[in-house]
Nanobody, 115 residues
Framework: QVQLVESGGGLVQAGGSLRLSCAASGIIFSLNAMTWYRQALGKQRELVARISSGGSTNYAGSVKGRFTISRDNAKNTVYLQMNSLKPEDTAVYYC?????????WGQGTQVTVSS
């Protein structure tokens, strides 16, 4: 079955960096677009960054220039490098993919940025 497992979250001071990873299994990873979402407490889930199967990327305006999404098809893993973190980046970050017209989500990883 399809599984997405995130890791790399934690507590960091404002201005710091974290790198999130999402390991995928049960899909033909190289053919799938992969997306990072986040959900802050009391807010709706929002798209953070997306990378296509060909490597094209899209970012939310709030993270553009600070976050970088990348993928390693040999490791079936997508990454989110987060630099210059701000307290408003605090959220649970989720990995997502659409496989055969069905949405799959990881369990999420908490990112907390202290001021």
């Amino acid at each position: 079955q399809v599984q997405l497992v995130e890791s790399g979250g934690g507590l960091v001071q404002a201005g710091g960096s974290l790198r999130l990873s999402c390991a995928a299994s049960g899909i033909i990873f190289s053919l799938n677009a992969m997306t990072w979402y986040r959900q802050a407490l009391g807010k709706q889930r929002e798209l953070v960054a997306r990378i296509s199967s060909g490597g094209s990327t899209n970012y939310a305006g709030s993270v553009k220039g600070r976050f970088t999404i990348s993928r390693d098809n040999a490791k079936n893993t997508v990454y989110l490098q987060m630099n210059s973190l701000k307290p408003e980046d605090t959220a649970v970050y989720y990995c997502n993919t659409d496989y055969y017209y069905r949405d799959y989500w990881g369990q999420g990883t908490q990112v907390t940025v202290s001021s």
